[in-house]
């Protein structure tokens, strides 16, 4: 079977006339009915039979046109990709992640990623959520890893990589360290470690205040290490965003839950533009999501 055969076919069926077919094909009407009747002879089943002067599908017609027209429009994508990744001298992948994030999931699916495609630069901008979005939609980085915060957009790919509990990183020596799950109201005593910067601190804290419910004293700093020095020297709880703790961390890792003993649910994405949206983007974020949830 030619692909120049299925091309044929479609033709036929979309224009309904060998004659327009051959028109659109560029080829003589004995030629295109010649290789129609060898497709047929070569799966060995009928895919039209006459119907007064015009033609009709066979239910195996029906079958083998809807299939090659996928088959096609995978063909046009894959050309299409083909090209674009041949076209480019440098390939390049700038990934956004959230400035407080410290879980595993990222580092592991880059490195899985860049040993699949070790032809891709890969390159990291960090911020607070509201750096990510703008950095988004500026176009200075192709997707980024981060919490939802705002309604879904359709002008974005929303992959969500997994919805889990809210966490704190405590001391091992904090008041709250051994209990099981802490509660929001428990946390009200407590002040509450975000990372921000200075233009930032009071869109961070209205997030988390306001719209998860959780802190009410509140110690800001620019960098994740100074966060989690301050954890582990007892002077409040860092909100984390990420799903594991690593082996071996110093900083206890706690469930958060509201009053009423009700689970604070928080949805990770990886987010990018639909309109800028390509093979690597898509299997890093197949690769990113499969590191959440196993």
Same mark, same amino acid.
């Not at 047929?40 to 119907?51: A, F, G, I, S, Y």
């Not at 880059?110 to 703008?134: A, R």
């Not at 990183?169 to 428990?186: F, G, L, Q």
């Given at each position: 079977?030619? =692909? ?25 009407? $004995? ?21 007064? *002067?015009?033609?009709? =599908?066979? +239910? ?7 299939? $090659? ?11 299409n990709e083909t090209t674009r990744i041949g076209s480019d001298d440098e390939l390049h992948l700038n990934i956004g992640y959230l400035a407080s994030y410290d879980g595993t999931e990222l580092p ?22 509201? /750096? ?5 939609? /500026? ?13 879904? @957009? ?14 704190? /990183?405590? $001391?091992?020596?904090? +008041? ?25 601190? @009071? ?19 620019? @960098? =994740? ?7 582990? $020297?007892?002077?409040?709880?860092? =909100?984390?965003? @990420? ?9 206890? *890792? ?41």
């Amino acid at each position: 079977m030619l =692909l120049r055969q299925i091309k044929y076919f479609l033709a036929i069926v979309e224009t309904n006339s060998f004659t327009e077919a051959a028109e659109v094909c560029f080829i003589s009407q $004995s030629a295109i009915s010649q290789q129609i009747a060898a497709l047929e002879e070569e799966l060995e089943v009928k895919l039209t039979k006459r119907d007064g *002067r015009k033609f009709i =599908l066979t +239910p195996a017609g029906e079958y083998f046109y809807k299939r $090659s027209k996928a088959i096609m429009h995978d063909i046009d994508n894959m050309k299409n990709e083909t090209t674009r990744i041949g076209s480019d001298d440098e390939l390049h992948l700038n990934i956004g992640y959230l400035a407080s994030y410290d879980g595993t999931e990222l580092p592991q699916a880059i490195t899985e990623f860049s040993k699949k495609y070790p032809e891709v630069v890969v390159t990291f901008f960090k911020g607070t959520h509201e /750096d990510l979005y703008h950095a988004l939609k /500026d176009k200075k980085v192709h997707i980024v890893l981060n919490d939802q915060r705002r309604a879904f @957009s359709d002008e974005y790919e929303n992959y969500i990589l997994n919805q889990c509990p809210a966490y704190i /990183d405590v $001391s091992a020596t904090h +008041p709250i360290a051994k209990r099981e799950v802490v509660t929001t109201t428990e946390l009200d005593k407590y002040p509450c470690i975000l990372v921000a910067t200075k233009n930032r601190e @009071s869109i961070e804290q209205d997030f988390y205040e306001n719209t998860l419910g959780i802190g009410k004293q509140f110690l800001f700093v620019e @960098s =994740l290490d100074d966060a989690r020095l301050m954890a582990m $020297s007892g002077r409040g709880y860092l =909100l984390v965003e @990420s799903v594991k703790n690593k082996v071996g961390d110093p900083l206890v *890792r706690k469930e958060v839950r509201r009053a009423d003993n009700v689970p604070i649910v928080r949805t990770y994405c990886a987010f990018w533009k639909k309109a800028s949206s390509n093979y690597y983007i898509e299997e890093f974020a197949g690769i990113l999501r499969k590191k959440f949830t196993e």
